[in-house]
């Protein structure tokens, strides 16, 4: 377990690098930031000013140096709109996104996995069937189309809950119902067909067999199988919380990073980007890793092997 | 032996596979999957091999066809090293050495036409007009038993038993001089196999084709080979004339192979003796001959130093420290 | 044999199988299990060997179905019984023994868990006490350093090792039972010969019957004492397995029997069945094996009904071989 573990940590980190690294070309392959940023009338001499500032003066090799240098201290640079530390900047917005992220997922991978296993256990039957229509249903339809149909079910026409912003403690409920939405279909899918080949497993019809009751069969001997296959989608889904969350923030005006993204590459504000894309994939990453040490703790063949 | 007829002749054989290591420490290990093998097949004759899983019989049968190099020893073709043919001879040799596989649904083109697929290798070869070819196919086709109905339909509508005698056609329909049967009725049902099996015996009768027949079944190969080898982890044990092989087994690996053989005849219920053990780690053999772990008779000799083949006047061959054998030409 | 062992303790009849799209697989199947016997049940693939067996503990997969039949254990109808019924019998009193043991194990618990988990079930042993047992078990079936062993997981035993735990696993709660589907086909000959032998002397030793399903002619002649032959969803020939072997009348066990290369002797050809098994979708009315046989006639367009001889020996055929 302590090799698979460090191998698969090692590889994180390898990860990690090669995006930092990536983001640091293809921000060089998109021209002198100078230039980019400053109006076209300044004058050269103080954009040799600010390149000396930066550094960008200097050769190629030590920029990304200390480019790493500074990612590992934590520092991703200023914005240039409020010459503010990026790092602050997130930080001040990143409760908001996580406050509205963190129960929709949670919400997501409750509702999507027991409907997927309930549909599953239920094959063929009327639940099975509905609960999937309700899940193409959910997984189909555009987060944007189900949160305006919302607002104009729940805000317009009810007026019982607001349509935008972080105002009342029941602001949430829109944003986080149309976010949840998409994954839970996604993991209810997923979920049942899941759940559905291990119930065709060999060992399935041994359990039976034996006389064990359906009860112990699906929660001991089919659930820890089945959720293999499920927290790889758990995974996959947490990774994308704050990309999922660009949509959502807009169209509900929440002032999370998701709209800090939109605005800042509205204004071509480099360093902001650069920092909201990295932590984007280091969350993908780090979901990655714990989908790995999550297989290594349920599955004894992979904590067994090399 | 007389090595004048011989077709081909494996010439210390040998193959080892770099495993997974067994522990975080441990260095990665060379597992010999074939030790040391040395067979001829003569023109006309069926060869078998037999053995249990790991005991290298595929191994050898693929470095046969070269598909695999050996990374010992050499297969010599009609006395040439198959490493040292140039790419005409080598041609030549993939025409007149064909393979026939344990599952046939496998080997075949779902999307093509039994008939289209036996026709194929007339097509590359570019022999005769296509109607020549055509005709050829379904006369080839028709002597394994598959008629023109059967020839138009693709492979998932014919039987397990009929797919097979398709893969025969394919592969016989070049005049080759070797088939290499690997495990070629062992999917099948019984009733069928012994159909398949008929057929290889007439098609060699025919054809004057020579068969390496590799297989884990003692009563098929029995039945259909002429000399048989006995591999037990890689290594040769035993080789003899088929007669000789069952009637006067000399390697105790062979007689409890034997023995295992359940015999379809309440009349002949023996008490069996039943070999202990399972097979041991390849890849941590103690240095002496490779069945001691299992043996009931090894000695401390056994476990220490690995037996030579030793073939007797009569070209009956045993490894094996406790064999005294007559007349030894070692 | 004694009187005891020739009371019937399982006795199926008229069983009929069906598939989804009305294929019918298994057709009016009668035979029995006495206590302490090996019946041998052979046949070549399709032929319902396997699905007969399932369907005795309600183990059809999901598009099959029981039409008809009665299957009587024990004073109940095993094919009427509701889930809850059938759990008291499943494992406890007829155990299942699948081929491919080690896809047949579950891959993320233990061995001890496996096999603690049917006596829990069954016997209302706490987890101590049905491990304590489990080790004894492993330890009767022959795999070495038990109390070890029961934590290890299946994909760390070899596939004689499993099916060794599968047979430590249908024996712990003594059933009077065991039904064993083809048990060695994955394992070479000679842990098949380990594996047959360890069955055989267990089953002796405690007086559980065994019902072997197999295709291996040579399995049943060595393990049975009555063996019943299937062909086609229909059982074609039955009775004590030296009668069946030695004075086979039906015309397809007695080409089963000459079809099979033989071990023990030289053969110079082989007799051949010629054709094959029909598909379920084009069964001929009446003896499903007539289109192959030498022997067909007119009547064979209708079903043969059974004919019995002495010691229980019977055929379903109209022109049976001569007597032997």
Redesign the interface.
Same mark, same amino acid.
Request: aromatic fraction near 4%.
């Given at each position: 377990m302590t090799r698979y573990l460090s191998i698969k940590l090692a590889r994180a980190l390898l990860t990690m690098l090669l995006v930092v690294s990536f983001a640091f070309v293809v921000l060089r392959l998109a021209g002198d930031p100078v230039r980019t940023m400053m109006p076209e009338d300044v004058s050269p001499k103080v954009i040799e000013h600010y390149r000396q500032l930066w550094g960008l003066d200097r050769p190629l090799w030590e920029q990304y140096l200390r480019y790493i240098g500074s990612a590992l201290r934590g520092d991703f640079g200023v914005s240039f709109q409020d010459n503010r530390g990026v790092v602050s900047l997130i930080a001040e917005r990143l409760p908001a996104t996580l406050r509205l992220g963190i129960p929709a997922y949670l919400l997501a991978v409750v509702f999507g996995t027991t409907m997927g296993i309930v549909a599953a256990l239920r094959r063929n039957s009327a639940t099975d069937r509905g609960m999937m229509t309700i899940a193409v249903f959910g997984y189909a339809m555009p987060n944007f189309f189900l949160g305006i149909v919302l607002i104009l079910i729940f805000s317009v026409w009810l007026r019982i809950l607001p349509s935008s912003g972080d105002t009342r403690s029941s602001s949430i409920i829109l944003p986080m119902i149309t976010l949840a939405t998409a994954h839970a279909a996604a993991i209810a899918r997923f979920a049942r067909s899941a759940m559905l080949e291990i119930l065709n497993e060999p060992y399935m019809r041994t359990a039976r067999a034996k006389g064990l009751s359906a009860m112990v069969r699906n929660l001991r001997h089919a659930l820890p199988n089945a959720l293999v296959p499920i927290v790889t989608i758990m995974g996959l889904k947490f990774g994308h919380l704050v990309a999922g969350a660009i949509v959502i923030e807009t169209v509900f005006a929440w002032p999370g990073v998701g709209r800090l993204l939109i605005q800042s590459v509205d204004t071509r504000d480099l360093a902001v980007v650069q920092a909201l894309v990295l932590m984007v994939a280091a969350s993908m990453i780090t979901a990655n890793f714990l989908v790995d040490v999550f297989y290594g703790l349920i599955d004894p063949r992979v904590r067994t092997q090399k | 032996m007389t090595e004048g007829n011989e077709l081909i002749r494996a010439e210390g054989v040998g193959r080892s596979f770099a495993s997974r290591r067994t522990s975080m420490w441990s260095a990665t290990e060379a597992v010999q999957a074939v030790v040391d093998v040395s067979i001829g097949i003569r023109r006309g004759e069926t060869f078998g091999l037999v053995g249990e899983s790991g005991s290298g019989k595929s191994t050898l049968g693929r470095i046969m066809l070269g598909m695999m190099k050996p990374t010992q020893g050499r297969v010599l073709w009609h006395g040439t090293d198959l490493a040292g043919l140039d790419p005409a001879e080598r041609a030549g040799f993939r025409r007149r050495v064909q393979m026939i596989f344990q599952d046939p649904l496998g080997n075949l083109d779902p999307r093509m036409r039994v008939l289209a697929q036996v026709r194929e290798a007339l097509d590359i070869h570019a022999e005769g007009t296509p109607e020549e070819r055509k005709r050829k196919a379904l006369a080839t086709l028709a002597s394994v038993g598959i008629d023109e109905n059967l020839a138009q339909r693709y492979p998932h509508q014919l039987s397990g038993g009929q797919q097979q005698r398709v893969v025969i056609a394919r592969a016989i329909i070049l005049d080759p001089d070797l088939v290499i049967c690997d495990e070629p009725v062992s999917a099948l049902d019984v009733s069928v196999q012994a159909q398949v099996l008929n057929l290889l015996s007439r098609l060699q009768a025919e054809l004057g084709l020579a068969y390496l027949f590799i297989s884990h079944d003692l009563a098929v190969v029995r039945y259909i080979c002429h000399r048989i080898a006995v591999l037990y982890l890689g290594r040769i044990v035993e080789e003899a004339e088929t007669e000789a092989l069952f009637a006067e087994p000399r390697h105790p690996y062979t007689r409890a192979l034997i023995r295992s053989v359940p015999v379809a005849d309440p009349a002949a219920r023996r008490k069996r003796e039943v070999l202990q053990g399972e097979l041991p780690d390849p890849g941590s053999l103690p240095p002496g001959c490779a069945f001691a772990t299992r043996c009931s008779l090894a000695t401390d000799r056994c476990r220490a130093e690995a037996p030579a083949l030793q073939t007797d006047s009569d070209g009956h061959a045993v490894a094996c420290h406790l064999v005294e054998t007559a007349g030894t030409r070692a | 044999m004694t009187a005891a062992e020739h009371i019937p303790i399982l006795s199926v009849t008229g069983l009929e199988i069906e598939f989804a799209g009305g294929l019918r697989a298994v057709r009016g199947v009668d035979f029995s299990v006495r206590q302490g016997e090996v019946l041998g049940l052979v046949g *070549? #693939?399709g032929c319902g060997k396997s699905v007969t067996c399932l369907s005795l503990?309600?183990?059809l997969p999901?598009n099959g179905r029981v039409v008809e039949g009665s299957a009587m254990f024990d004073g109940q109808d095993l094919l009427s019984l509701d *889930?809850k019924r059938?759990?008291?019998?499943? /494992?406890?009193q007829i155990?299942?023994i #699948?081929q491919?043991s080690t896809?047949?194990?579950? =891959? !993320?618990?233990t061995i001890g868990r496996q096999i603690a *988990?049917?006596m829990m079930? &069954?016997q209302g042993l706490d987890l101590s006490e049905a491990r304590r047992r489990a080790v004894e078990l492993l330890d009767r079936v022959g795999v070495p350093q038990p109390s070890k062993r029961l934590r290890a997981?299946p &994909?760390?035993f070899?596939g004689?090792?499993n099916q060794r735990v599968?047979i430590a696993?249908a024996l712990a709660c003594d059933p009077a039972i065991v039904i064993a589907d083809e048990p060695t086909t994955a394992l $070479?000959?000679?842990?098949?010969?380990?594996i047959? +032998?360890l069955l055989a002397e267990i089953a002796r030793e405690r007086g559980t019957s065994v019902v072997m399903i197999t &295709? $291996?002619?040579? !399995?049943?002649? *060595?393990?049975a004492d009555r063996v019943a032959v299937m062909y086609a969803g229909r059982l074609v020939e039955s009775g004590e397995?030296?009668d069946v072997? &030695?004075n086979p009348r039906h015309p397809y066990t007695r /080409?089963?029997?000459a #079809?099979? =290369?033989?071990? $023990?002797r030289? !053969?110079e050809?082989?007799?051949?069945? +010629?054709g094959?098994?029909p598909s379920l979708r084009e069964m001929p009315p009446g003896c499903p094996f007539s289109p192959r046989c030498e022997g067909a006639e007119p009547r064979c367009a209708n079903m043969p009904g059974h004919t019995e001889l002495d010691r229980g020996h019977r055929y379903a055929c109209w022109n049976p071989e001569p007597a032997a």
């Open positions: - | - | *070549e #693939s503990l309600g183990l999901a *889930e059938l759990n008291r019998v499943r /494992g406890r155990a299942y #699948s491919n896809q047949a194990l579950n =891959p !993320i618990l *988990e049917t079930t &069954h997981f &994909h760390q070899s004689g090792m599968m696993m $070479d000959v000679t842990i098949q010969a380990q047959l +032998e &295709h $291996d002619l040579g !399995i049943v002649a *060595e393990m397995v030296t072997f &030695h /080409g089963l029997l #079809s099979r =290369p033989r071990i $023990d030289r !053969i050809t082989l007799t051949t069945i +010629e094959q098994v």
